[in-house]
T-cell receptor
Framework: SQTIHQWPATLVQPVGSPLSLECTVE??????LYWYRQAAGRGLQLLFY??????ISSEVPQNLSASRPQDRQFILSSKKLLLSDSGFYLC???????????FGSGTRLTVV | GDSVTQMEGPVTLSEEAFLTINCTYT??????LFWYVQYPGEGLQLLLK?????DKGSNKGFEATYRKETTSFHLEKGSVQVSDSAVYFC???????????FGKGTSLLVTP
């Protein structure tokens, strides 16, 4: 069966520090991968998606970046965090249109 | 562009009351429609989905029907329980990388 792993679960980082969040999917190949952010009291905002290795599409301009070094690995990064980067970050995958999306358990990031 | 409009919460109901959470969408073509649920402190879980017009998705007593003529996908449950307290997100998939476009979420609180 397919599983999605996301870590860490919680993270407290100072302003200006770097960030690396990792997401991996097991039990499937060539998944579509996504990073979403959920700010406090707000809905989900699509940040990045990837339909293959090395293919990254950005939905929102910001100081975050994403990479997909392997088929089932999706990394969210920042060189210098801002206070506004605080939020709940969710990774998700799907095999394709209409198949449903599976979310990871999320990373709660607090920038102080 | 594609978008999802969801009724604003919070919604507070007594146990065994009837629930309706409205959701309408704008999208080109024939998107797939989803309802996700987020329990406190957790990631998102797929509740139900519908992939074509007039389809009815159902799960755990919740139902939603894909109404193309009214571009709606309202969530209903005949008798809510305290354990249904959560945030509910309506979502639409569009074709660019099959990413999900979420509504802002509706918080539901069910009291005994």
């Amino acid at each position: 069966s397919q599983t999605i792993h996301q870590w860490p679960a919680t993270l407290v980082q100072p302003v200006g520090s770097p960030l690396s969040l990792e997401c991996t999917v097991e039990g499937t190949s060539n998944p579509n991968l996504y990073w979403y952010r959920q700010a406090a009291g707000r809905g989900l905002q699509l940040l990045f998606y990837s339909v293959g290795i090395g293919q990254i599409s950005s939905e929102v301009p910001q100081n975050l970046s994403a990479s997909r070094p392997q088929d089932r690995q999706f990394i969210l990064s920042s060189k210098k965090l801002l206070l506004s980067d605080s939020g709940f970050y969710l990774c998700a995958w799907t095999p394709g249109q209409g198949a449903g999306y599976t979310f990871g358990s999320g990373t709660r990031l607090t920038v102080v | 562009g594609d978008s999802v409009t969801q009724m604003e919460g919070p919604v507070t109901l007594s146990e065994e009351a009837f629930l309706t959470i409205n959701c309408t969408y704008t999208a080109t073509g024939y998107p797939s429609l989803f309802w996700y649920v987020q329990y406190p402190g957790e990631g998102l879980q797929l509740l139900l989905k519908a992939t074509k017009a007039d389809d009815k998705g159902s799960n755990k007593g919740f139902e939603a029907t894909y109404r193309k003529e009214t571009t709606s996908f309202h969530l209903e449950k005949g008798s809510v329980q305290v354990s249904d307290s959560a945030v509910y997100f309506c979502a639409v998939s569009f074709f660019s990388g099959y990413a999900l476009n979420f509504g802002k979420g509706t918080s539901l609180l069910v009291t005994p």
